[in-house]
Nanobody, 128 residues
Framework: QIQLHESGGGLVQTGGSLRLSCAASGGTFSFSAMSWFRQGPGKEREFVGAFRWSTVSSRTTFYADSVKGRFTISENGAKNTVSLQMNSLKPEDTAVYYC??????????????????WGQGTQVTVSS
């Protein structure tokens, strides 16, 4: 059974940085994309960023406007392992961050409905 494992959450002050990682285990898989979503208190889960493998050598990243220029998604060595580097963190970034993965190449990356696998979530708290 495929599972996603997140790590790296924690408490940081405004302007600080954190790095989240997500690794898949439990089977043979080939994801088309791995993404990060977050859910703040009383809010719906929202898209943060995605790392998409289009071909053997093609990779593309996508970001929500709210994190563009501050967050970076990268392949963390092996395929199907990604990291989210978060810089210049703000209190409004406080949320549970979820890693998600999908195998299909169709459908928007921005919707939670288009993902097959989810991690358990890791808390990120930014103090003011």
């Amino acid at each position: 059974q495929i599972q996603l494992h997140e790590s790296g959450g924690g408490l940081v002050q405004t302007g600080g940085s954190l790095r989240l990682s997500c690794a898949a285990s439990g089977g043979t898989f080939s994801f088309s994309a791995m993404s990060w979503f977050r859910q703040g208190p009383g809010k719906e889960r929202e898209f943060v960023g995605a790392f998409r493998w289009s071909t053997v050598s093609s990779r593309t990243t996508f970001y929500a406007d709210s994190v563009k220029g501050r967050f970076t998604i990268s392949e963390n060595g092996a395929k199907n392992t990604v990291s989210l580097q978060m810089n210049s963190l703000k209190p409004e970034d406080t949320a549970v961050y979820y890693c998600a993965a999908r195998t299909a190449y169709r459908g928007t990356l921005y919707s939670t409905e288009n993902y097959d696998y989810w991690g358990q979530g890791t808390q990120v708290t930014v103090s003011s």
